[in-house]
């Protein structure tokens, strides 16, 4: 069965700062990855996605996350973090084609990443 | 309009009552999903379809039960509401590219 783990229920950086949220996963085959973000009141937004191209992944926003097969690891990093960043982060992993969750996400617990000025 | 509608967005029921959260998708996708959010547990898996004749299971799908009316509409059902069914609800939709789009949300509390 797959899993996500996210070390860190909640971040706090000043505006400006390095943003790192960690996420680890288990596969029993490649997966696929995911970062999604959820502002207050709202939906899930897709951040981007890792589905076996390039392991180093651009999504919207300047945020950008590398795929460590080594390491299970899928962190998501921004260099400068913003104000309007603060919101709540979800990793998410399914299997890729031949797996038993292909198609169906696994999510994380979720960070909150607070950005204070 | 949206992509993904969800129809209530906010909902107050009574235990044992029974209640109806529905959801249509205008992406033309095959798969849908309903999802269940919990503080500090993030989104679980109720119930999943990946076309009009198939139906499955996910990680919490007792107490629930779904119907998938045509290609772009999925509803969930709860028979008899219970208090630790208060939470918020997402429906989502994903093609074969894995772009999954979610819609608003339900809340939905169950006093």
């Known amino acids: 069965a797959q899993s996500v783990t996210q070390l860190g229920s909640h971040v706090s950086v000043s505006e400006g700062a390095l943003v790192l949220l960690r996420c680890n996963y288990s596969s029993s085959v490649p997966p696929y990855l995911f970062w999604y973000v959820q502002y207050p009141n709202q939906g899930l937004q897709l951040l981007l996605k890792y589905t076996s191209a390039a392991t180093l992944v651009k999504g919207i926003n300047g945020f950008e996350a590398e795929f460590k097969k080594s390491e299970t690891s899928f962190h998501l990093t921004k260099p400068s973090a913003h104000m309007s960043d603060a919101a709540e982060y979800f990793c998410a992993v399914s299997d890729s084609a031949g797996g038993t969750s292909y198609g169906k996400l696994t999510f994380g617990q979720g960070t909150i990443l607070t950005v204070h000025p | 309009d949206a992509d993904v509608t969800q129809t209530p967005r906010n909902r107050i029921t009574k235990t044992g009552k029974r209640i109806m959260l529905e959801c249509s998708q205008t992406k033309g996708h095959d798969r849908m999903y309903w999802y269940r959010q919990d503080p500090g547990l993030g989104l679980r898996l109720i119930y999943y379809s990946f076309d009009v004749k198939d139906i499955n299971k996910g990680e919490i799908s007792d107490g629930y039960s779904v119907s998938r009316q045509a290609q772009a509409k999925f509803s969930l059902s709860l028979e008899s509401a219970i208090p630790n069914q208060t939470a918020l609800y997402f429906c989502?939709?994903?093609?074969?590219?894995?772009?999954?789009?979610f819609g608003s949300g339900t809340r939905l509390t169950v006093v």
């Open positions: 989502a939709t994903s093609g074969t590219d894995y772009g999954y789009t």
